[in-house]
């Protein structure tokens, strides 16, 4: 005997279908997330995000320290810090360093404007994920004229202060010779001394 379906299960039949295609569609953006590549942040020595003014800084010296972290975290992911100086197109940038550590110390800069950023992966065949809010940094180092200004005055102050102390160490009378002389009489006074007593 064949049965032909009922109304009730052919609408069973169609919410069914539904469903799974709305379940589908859910999940179909979570999966997507799964695999968008990492991405990573500057952070302060204590890990905490950095945005706005504290992206930028000033040196004389030339070195800076970064820190970065990766977000969200509790990933484990390889880090590449690449820079540039003064708006250098984006194919010159120097690769400062690429590996798993979270932080960099970078000396030697010359003067300008440095501009740092972080990216993140997982995996070694992942492309490089978003990069982070730059850094930047300007370096502006103290002028070869001013130090040698310094140097020279530094210079003369040590050679006059030699020179006194030289001066005086040879030509500076001795203060306790009147009470030498009065202790231990000269030989000639004791000579004198004996030719009296005879």
Do not use: C
């Not at 978003?130 to 001013?146: A, D, G, M, N």
């Not at 006059?160 to 030509?171: L, P």
């Amino acid at each position: 005997m064949r049965t032909t379906p009922t109304r009730t299960s052919r609408l069973v039949a169609v919410t069914a279908a539904f469903l799974s295609a709305a379940i589908l569609a859910l999940a179909a953006p979570a999966s997507a997330k799964a695999d968008e590549p990492v991405r990573a942040v500057f952070t302060d020595a204590d890990s905490e995000p950095l945005s706005g003014d504290d992206l930028a800084a000033n040196s004389a010296r030339g070195d800076i320290q970064l820190h970065w972290a990766a977000d969200p975290p509790g990933a484990s992911p390889m880090f590449r810090l690449v820079g540039r100086l003064d708006g250098e197109l984006v194919d010159d940038r120097i690769v400062y360093y690429e590996g798993p550590q979270q932080r960099s110390f970078i000396s030697g800069l010359e003067d300008g404007t440095h501009e740092f950023v972080v990216m993140a992966r997982l995996a070694d065949t992942d492309p490089w994920g978003p990069e982070s809010e730059p850094i930047v940094f300007t370096v502006l180092h103290h002028s070869l004229r001013q130090t040698f200004i310094l140097l020279g005055i530094g210079a003369f102050l040590f050679i006059a202060i030699v020179f006194v102390v030289v001066r005086e160490a040879i030509f500076a009378e001795n203060p306790f010779a009147d009470e030498d002389e009065a202790a231990d009489p000269a030989p000639a006074d004791r000579a004198a001394e004996k030719g009296g007593e005879a």
